[in-house]
């Protein structure tokens, strides 16, 4: 036979923390918790300056009428706490009177004396929570052109916590136009809906002048359409320029000091964040890079379906030079580890690829051939693969790459491997301990050499056009190279682990957008 509990009361004070009556009806629900076995008391106490908005807000959300502070209510644990509103101070005396024979005799000075001290505790539990904020600080991550697939599919692994760390809370910032301010609230509500333990929040944006506020990092992911019956190559390259004029000086502005600045997307992923550093001369060039990873990801691939094995065993594939342009995808250091071949060796044990691929005709031939669909595949996702590029670059950036292993990504050149200075360009580098460093040690032959040049010379000529100084592109060698099929017959010249993907977002691509 079951016991009839009593129900467990919990009235709940709320007031300005100097208010008098509020100290009054606290000391007397103090007394009554402590001498009654089911009372339960809660309070909350609200700074003056914040307490009208305050009471305005709780008495709208539960249709009740009260004006003044204290205001107490009752709630019932085993009812599912719909809350009944008791009222004022004075409410409060005649309810203890009726129901528990007890009441309060404070003088009007203890009451002041209370309301004193309670105005301070406040004042001092405010500053402490404060402090406790300041020590959990997220970071402030801002992605531009945020209505792209890419974005959508970025947002889950920037905060399932493999990049930044199980302990680093992050904020989102979604900046995009007025026209898709509707894709960003869809997208704002769906990441609340996943209830991320490290998303502290997530908003949209469309204002620009209050972009990048806060930034620790900078996501560029704007991609100007590639229509060449619409518009020149030059034309689109001014178009990204203009962008970058807009976004550089705010990200100065507005941005931490040691911003970090990732350029990804479809098209001028190099140009973006040369651009960047151009006209944001206080920005650190080391903290401004081009993602190239996707492009590494893509002919790994490849290079495993020839092979018949998992592609997380093929290494040190390097991509030089312009990324979303004419690039070397270059073999020569590559390496397969856990190939299933007659000779077998411990975990760290590695084979050069180009002693595996046996097939000399597949790399002269069906590898060339397969630079159209390997561009097409990155440049055409639904922005699944550049999602995960970016993701790995930022964890690579923050927790360090795999030991011994290559990784590229556009960088503001030095000179490095013969490269002229100044613009940026996708080389090999190792990540730790925050930063990155060229693995200069890298051998490179005359032919590659020869490669790299032309490769310069593309990037040198969409820096000239972006800044004006000359009104069209010239071809590396102009006075030899007239025409595109003189430049296709020097590219049969090239080495057979060269691959150079057409412009990206050519004619056919998918509508793009800044």
């Known amino acids: 036979m079951s016991q009839n509990v009593p129900p467990v009361v919990l009235p709940l004070f709320a007031g300005k923390a100097d208010c008098p009556h509020y100290a009054k009806a606290e000391l007397l629900a103090d007394y009554l918790q402590a001498n009654l076995p089911d009372f339960r008391v809660h309070k909350i106490t609200q700074h003056p300056d914040k307490w009208e908005q305050w009471l305005h807000d709780i008495c709208e959300r539960n249709g009740w009428e009260h004006r ?85 599919q970025l947002i889950p692994l920037l905060a399932n916590g493999e990049v930044f760390g199980m302990t680093t809370e992050i904020s989102i910032h979604l900046l995009d136009t007025d026209q898709f301010k509707e894709v960003l609230c869809g997208i704002v509500m769906e990441a609340e809906d996943m209830a991320f333990p490290l998303l502290c929040s997530i908003s949209q944006h469309s204002e620009i002048d209050e972009a990048f506020i806060q930034a620790d990092i900078v996501i560029v992911l704007d991609d100007v359409l590639l229509n060449y019956e619409v518009q020149s190559l030059e034309d689109c390259i001014r178009e990204v320029s203009e962008i970058c004029q807009v976004y550089a000086p705010l990200i100065e502005k507005n941005a931490k000091s040691e911003v970090k600045v990732i350029s990804s997307g479809k098209t001028f992923v190099n140009l973006k964040a040369m651009m960047i550093m151009t006209y944001g001369p206080s920005i650190k060039p080391e903290n401004v890079i081009a993602v190239a990873t996707s492009w590494e990801s893509a002919a790994k691939a490849m290079l495993a379906r020839k092979l018949n094995m998992d592609t997380a065993g093929v290494k040190d594939v390097i991509v030089w030079g312009n990324i979303t342009g004419c690039n070397y995808i270059d073999l020569s250091h590559a390496k397969l580890h856990g190939y299933d071949s007659a000779i077998w060796g411990p975990a760290n044990f590695s084979r050069p690829v180009l002693n595996m691929i046996y097939d000399s005709e597949w790399i002269h031939s069906e590898l060339l051939s397969a630079r159209s669909s390997l561009s097409s595949r990155v440049c055409h996702s639904v922005g699944m693969l550049a999602a ?127």
């Not at 809350?83 to 005396?93: A, I, Q, R, Y």
């Not at 405010?126 to 959508?152: D, G, N």
Request: with cysteine; hydrophobic share 40%; glycine share 8%.
């Open 68 to 152: 003044r502070s204290p205001i107490i209510w009752r709630e019932l644990l085993d009812r599912g706490g719909k809350g009944l509103l008791l009222g004022g101070v004075n409410d409060f005396l005649e309810h203890a009177q009726q129901y528990y024979g007890i009441t309060s005799m404070m003088l009007s000075e203890e009451m002041l004396d209370i309301a004193e001290e309670n105005l301070q505790a406040h004042i001092e539990i405010e500053k402490e929570e404060e402090e406790i904020k300041s020590l959990i600080k997220p970071l402030q991550i801002w992605i531009t052109s945020a209505s792209a697939p890419v974005c959508y």
């Open 388 to 514: 995960h590029a970016v993701a790995t670059v930022l964890r690579y950036w923050h927790h360090g790459s795999p030991p011994g292993e290559i990784v590229s990504v556009g960088i503001l050149t030095e000179g490095q491997f013969c490269i002229p200075e100044g613009i940026v360009f996708s080389m090999p580098v190792r990540f730790q301990n925050g930063s990155w460093e060229v693995v200069t040690e890298l051998e490179i032959n005359g032919t590659t050499q020869e490669v790299l040049g032309r490769l310069a010379h593309e990037l040198v000529q969409e820096k000239l056009v972006a800044l004006k100084e000359i009104e069209e592109m010239h071809p590396y060698g102009a006075d030899e190279i007239t025409s595109e099929k003189s430049l296709s017959q020097e590219m049969e010249a090239l080495p057979a682990d060269w691959l150079q993907p057409e412009l990206s977002g050519g004619e056919n691509a998918e509508n793009s957008h800044t």
